[in-house]
């Protein structure tokens, strides 16, 4: 896989690794690939899913190994606690983001709760609007889209927490399904939410 990936990263270029427990082949060398693309210039997200087999104290060590070189850990709220080992929240996304790097991002997508974000001791929240949900289908996968394409663009991640939520809301709450155009996302920059 890697061959496929340039040897330098560009200004901004990040690396969004998803469903990292169906890649079972891949797993175990996570480290490394972590490692590697640290070491050409990726910012690095992950957004895991849920494991297949549950969560255990085993996974949890293999999990360890890798988020020291995780800049963007990219969850939902029962992903966090299962992966931390720890029902409550705030306790669980603290643990995952104090093995990260410093500065980075431990993001906790919360449903209709909208978003909230650990980076080191500084914990950022933004609220979702109410909405008529169609299918909850891809709300990660488009909350993702959002949140780091406003990342790449150079806005604050309070803004980016916007837009993950903005592009969430409208991709489940359409039928057929529709994602937000690049005008209308840019506007979310200027929104208070």
Known sequence: MLHQIPLFAGNGDTVLLCGTFLCTTLLADYPALLQTLRQRGYRIAVDTGWPPQGW????????????????????NEVETCGMAGHEDLYTAARTLNRQQPTDAACVVKCGPDGARMWCGERLLQAAAHPIKVVDTIGAGDSFNAGFLTACLHGHSATVALRWGIRAASHAISSSPRQYLDWNTLKTCAGEMI
């Open 56 to 75: 255990s104290d085993a996974l949890r060590g293999q999990i360890a190994d890798w988020l020291p070189f995780c800049d963007i850990l990219l969850l």
